[in-house]
């Protein structure tokens, strides 16, 4: 599994976009990069995956760049319920573990 | 509605004694996971179980045990052999399938005095 790197913390203001970066250069050809988030006191929560194209869901959009060696997760409009640990995590495919790092904690302010 | 619990929330024990946690899915998936998640820490993967009646250690499995006697069903026992046991003790399961994400539960904290 390729080894991620993410800032320990970020700041965002109510109703902007939260843009959280993570480098993984050394991620390979079969591997996928997953985000997470996990709530205070709960659960990992997921939220999307892409291998080499740009996506898209409810959540959150993922920028993935041409040389796959880093991502950025964009939450369009985030809101004070989106305060929480983002963890971006490179996985093979059929692989079964996630391996978490420390994740970004992310806060967003009123 | 179709989900992970884990029970109960809080758990307290005294240093040596066995604890066992609970893990139950009705959302079908084959696969299940424990991990840990040490304050601050990212989760670390304990045990996981592709199927009913097989499971396999993860990276961290010594003075833990674990059963799949059934598919809805995976409890994790914390033996007086694990050194450090108090810890946030999270499950998941998964369906079968490449690309398919985990689902964790609400996770149980465990405290040994």
């Known amino acids: 599994d390729a080894k991620t790197t993410q800032p320990p913390s970020m700041d965002c203001a109510e109703g902007r976009a939260a843009n959280l970066p993570c480098n993984h250069s050394t991620i390979s050809g079969n591997e996928y990069v997953y985000w997470y988030r996990q709530i205070h006191s709960q659960g990992p929560q997921y939220i999307i995956h892409?291998?080499?194209n740009n996506e898209t869901n409810e959540m959150a959009s993922l920028i993935i760049t041409e040389d796959r060696k880093s991502s950025t997760l964009i939450l369009p409009h985030a809101t004070l319920r989106d305060t929480a640990v983002y963890y971006c995590?490179?996985?093979?495919?059929?692989?079964?573990?996630?391996?978490f790092g420390q994740g970004t904690r992310l806060t967003i302010n009123p | 509605d179709g989900g992970i619990t884990q029970s109960p929330k809080y758990l307290f024990r005294k240093e040596g004694q066995n604890v066992t946690l609970s893990c139950e899915q009705n959302l079908n998936h084959d696969a299940m996971y424990w991990y840990r998640q040490d304050p601050g820490q990212g989760l670390r993967l304990i045990y996981y179980s592709q199927i009913v009646n097989d499971f396999q250690k993860g990276d961290i499995a010594e003075g833990y045990s674990v059963s799949r006697e059934k598919k809805e069903s995976f409890p994790l026992t914390v033996t007086s052999a694990q050194k450090n046991p108090t810890a946030f003790y999270l499950c998941a399961s998964r369906t079968s399938g490449h690309h398919n994400e985990q689902f964790f539960g609400p996770g149980t904290r465990l405290t040994v005095l």
């Open positions: 995590i490179g996985r093979i495919q059929g692989a079964q573990k996630l391996v």
């Open positions: 892409g291998l080499k």
